[in-house]
């Protein structure tokens, strides 16, 4: 079975600052994806950014960027230009390739607070 | 769009007493969820439908039953409440198809059990 760490519960970052969330995961498969998933207070889902794991290339969405780094299982989160409105939890999540078992696996997520 | 619509958003059960919390999507996927999320942690895969027509365990589903009704629908069953169960469900669905296999989630139902 896949598992999923995130090993920082809680970070904080001021207004405009570059802060950078940290997860390693742990799977056999070649073939996979990894996700990032943001969580504001209202505890709505929202996908931050996916990688698929046969792209060398890391995934960018604006000020969301990820560093993947398949040997080292890690797949961290950097997030540029902090704003207000990135004040929510994020949760790291890895997705077999096997289209018959593709569910998500979370990690225990990270809360990220943004200081004016 | 309406996308991942979860029923109730809301609910209050007593111990022993069983609920259906019911999950519809109007994206055409193939592919429905369960999860359910504790405080402070992650969420936690109940159940999953891969397509219409089957249903698997996934990592915590004693307590649990689901029925896919069809394509757009995937039920999920407490037949005996228990403050354990307690907990923020979330349904969700996927296309999972080729590279279609970003997940969508509904807007969760807050369930406590008394």
């Known amino acids: 079975a896949q598992t999923v760490t995130q090993s920082q519960p809680e970070m904080s970052v001021q207004e405009a600052e570059t802060v950078t969330l940290s997860c390693t995961y742990d799977t056999s498969e070649s073939n996979y994806y990894l996700f990032w998933y943001k969580q504001p207070p209202s505890r709505q889902m929202i996908l931050v950014i996916r990688?698929?794991?046969?792209?060398?290339q890391n995934a960018t969405e604006n000020r969301f960027s990820v560093n993947f780094q398949k040997a080292a299982k890690s797949f961290s989160l950097k997030i540029s230009d902090s704003q207000l409105g990135d004040t929510a939890m994020y949760f790291c999540?890895?997705?077999?390739?096997?289209?018959?078992?593709?569910?998500?696996?979370f990690g225990s997520g990270t809360r990220l607070q943004v200081q004016p | 769009n309406a996308g991942v619509t979860q029923t109730p958003k809301f609910q209050v059960l007593k111990t022993g007493q069983s609920m259906t919390l019911q999950c519809a999507q109007d994206m055409n996927h193939n592919s429905m969820y369960w999860y359910r999320q504790d405080p402070g942690m992650g969420l936690r895969l109940i159940y999953y439908?891969?397509?219409?027509?089957?249903?698997d365990k996934g990592e915590v589903p004693n307590g649990y039953n689901v029925s896919r009704l069809n394509k757009r629908e995937f039920s999920l069953r407490l037949e005996s409440a228990a403050p354990s169960q307690t907990s923020v469900y979330f349904c969700?669905?996927?296309?999972?198809?080729?590279?279609?296999?970003?997940?969508?989630f509904g807007e969760g139902s807050w369930l406590t059990v008394v």
């Open positions: 999540a890895f997705m077999t390739g096997d289209t018959g078992r593709r569910a998500l696996t």
């Open positions: 439908s891969a397509s219409e027509g089957t249903t």
């Open positions: 969700a669905s996927s296309r999972n198809r080729g590279s279609g296999n970003t997940i969508y």
């Open positions: 990688q698929e794991a046969y792209k060398q």
